[in-house]
C-alpha cells in the first residue's frame, strides 16, 4: 500500500482563512501534497490535471455549491472513486443527507477549530481509498490472468483442432487410396487391352464411343472422391439446417472402401430428422466414431463385423460389435490427449474434439456406454422441428 502522507489532497473553500488553517493542518502532520482553491471551476481544472486521491469540500460556495459539485464528481467516470469529505456549518440531518445522496463519503464541522476531527476523517478516508485501490489492482491483476489463460485455453482448442484435423485428414487420405485402387486398375486393364483390342481388329466407331464413356464413368468417380475430401474440410461459417441421414450417408460414401477392405458391415437404419448446426464439424463427428468403431473391430480381429447406425427420437447411435471399453477407463475416454490405441497409432484428440463439437457448437450430448458384444456411442440433437 502506498505511503498515505504522499497522497494528493484537493481543498476547495471560497473562504482563504479556511483554505490557509485546512493547509496548515495537513501540513504540520505531513501531508506533503496539498492544492487549494477557492471555487469549484478551478476544482474541475486541478481534476482534469493532477491525480487527486482526496478532495475536502465546502458546501456553501457562490456560483457552483458544494452538493453539485460532489454530484458533478461522483458522477464523472475519470473521477467518481475519489472520495469526498463535505465541510459543512449545517450538520443536521438534512444537510448531511443531501451531502451523502450527492456521493460524499464523510463530512467535517465547520468552524473547523482543531485538527483532530479534520486529520482522522482524512486517514480514514485515506485508508480506505488505499485499501479500495490496492482490491482494485489485485482484481485487474486476476482479469489479466484470466483473460491469459482464456487466450491459453484458446490457442491449446485451435491446437487441438489442428491436430485432430490433421488426423482426420490422415484418415481421409487413406480412404482416397482405398476408393481409388479399383478404379485405377480398372483404368490400367483397359489401356493394357486397348493394344490386343486394336490387333484383333476390334475397335471401330462404336468400340471407341464406348471405350471413352467407361473410363470416363471411372474417371468422374474418382474426381467425385476428390470432391467429397474437400467438401468434408470446408469450414463453416454459421450454422444451417441440414439432413442428419444425408450427412451420415456422405460420410459413409467415403469411408465405403475402408469398410470393405476390412469386411466390415455398415448398416444405417431410422428415420431422418433436419438439425441446425456446422454440417462439416457433424460430419467430422461421425467420421471419427466410424474410424473408432472400425479400428476397434480391426484390432481386436471381430468376425461378422459390424457397424449400426441409428437414427430415432434426434439421436444418432453408432454401435460396433466389438470387445467394449475397459470400464476402468470408459470415464476419460473424452479427455484431451487421451487415447486406448499403441503409440503412434492415435492422437487422443478425436473423442475430445467430438464432444466439443457436440456440446459446445451444437448445444447436444454425447454418450458412451458398453452394451452386449459392442460399444454404442450416443449423440442426442435438437431437431428444427422439435
Not at 488426423?167 to 487391352?193: D, K
Not at 480391426?298 to 470387445?323: F, H, M, P, R, Y
Not at 484431451?336 to 459446445?360: A, C, D, H, R, V
Request: glycine share 4%.
Amino acid at each position: 500500500m502506498s505511503n498515505l502522507y504522499n497522497s494528493y489532497i484537493l481543498v476547495v473553500d471560497d473562504n482563504d482563512d479556511n483554505l490557509e488553517l485546512i493547509e496548515d493542518f495537513l501540513d504540520d502532520e505531513g501531508y506533503e501534497n496539498i492544492i487549494c482553491v477557492t471555487g469549484a471551476r478551478d476544482a474541475y481544472d486541478v481534476l482534469s490535471e493532477k491525480g487527486i486521491d482526496l478532495i475536502i469540500l465546502d458546501i456553501m460556495m457562490p456560483d457552483i455549491d458544494g452538493l453539485e459539485a460532489c454530484e458533478y464528481i461522483k458522477t464523472h467516470p475519470d473521477y467518481k472513486d475519489i472520495p469526498i469529505i463535505i465541510a459543512t456549518a449545517k450538520a443536521d440531518l438534512d444537510t448531511l443527507k443531501a451531502g451523502f445522496e450527492a456521493g460524499a463519503s464523510d463530512y467535517v464541522r465547520k468552524p473547523i477549530t482543531n485538527d483532530i476531527e479534520l486529520l482522522a476523517r482524512v486517514k480514514n478516508a485515506l485508508t480506505l481509498k488505499c485499501q479500495v485501490d490496492y482490491i482494485k489492482n489485485i482484481n485487474e491483476s486476476l482479469d489479466d490472468k484470466i483473460k491469459d489463460e482464456i487466450d491459453k485455453n484458446h490457442k491449446k482448442d485451435l491446437l487441438m483442432q489442428e491436430q485432430t484435423k490433421l488426423a482426420e485428414m490422415g484418415e481421409m487420405v487413406g480412404s482416397i487410396a482405398h476408393q481409388w485402387r479399383q478404379p485405377l486398375n480398372a483404368l490400367s486393364i483397359n489401356i493394357q487391352n486397348l493394344e490386343d483390342d486394336f490387333e484383333e481388329g476390334l475397335i471401330d466407331k462404336i468400340f471407341i464411343d464406348n471405350f471413352i464413356q467407361k473410363n470416363t464413368d471411372i474417371i468422374n468417380f474418382m474426381s467425385h472422391t476428390i470432391d467429397d475430401f474437400r467438401n468434408f474440410f470446408r469450414i463453416d461459417k454459421e450454422k444451417i439446417d441440414f439432413s442428419v441421414l444425408e450427412s451420415i450417408e456422405n460420410v459413409v460414401n467415403i469411408q465405403d472402401a475402408v469398410l470393405k477392405n476390412y469386411n466390415i458391415n455398415l448398416e444405417i437404419i431410422g428415420d431422418d430428422f433436419i438439425i441446425n448446426g456446422f454440417k462439416n464439424e457433424f460430419s467430422q463427428v461421425v467420421m471419427n466414431l466410424i474410424n473408432n468403431a472400425k479400428d476397434a473391430l480391426v484390432e481386436n480381429k471381430i468376425d461378422d463385423a459390424k457397424i449400426v447406425v441409428e437414427l430415432s427420437n434426434n439421436k444418432i447411435t453408432i454401435i460396433n460389435n466389438g470387445v467394449g471399453i475397459d470400464e476402468d477407463i470408459i470415464d476419460r475416454i473424452f479427455e484431451p490427449y487421451f487415447t486406448t490405441k499403441e503409440q503412434g497409432k492415435g492422437t487422443g484428440m478425436g473423442l475430445y474434439m467430438s464432444k466439443m463439437i457436440i456440446e459446445n457448437n451444437m448445444n447436444g450430448k454425447i454418450d458412451v456406454k458398453n452394451i452386449d458384444n459392442g460399444v454404442s456411442f450416443e449423440i442426442s440433437l435438437k431437431s428444427v422441428d422439435s
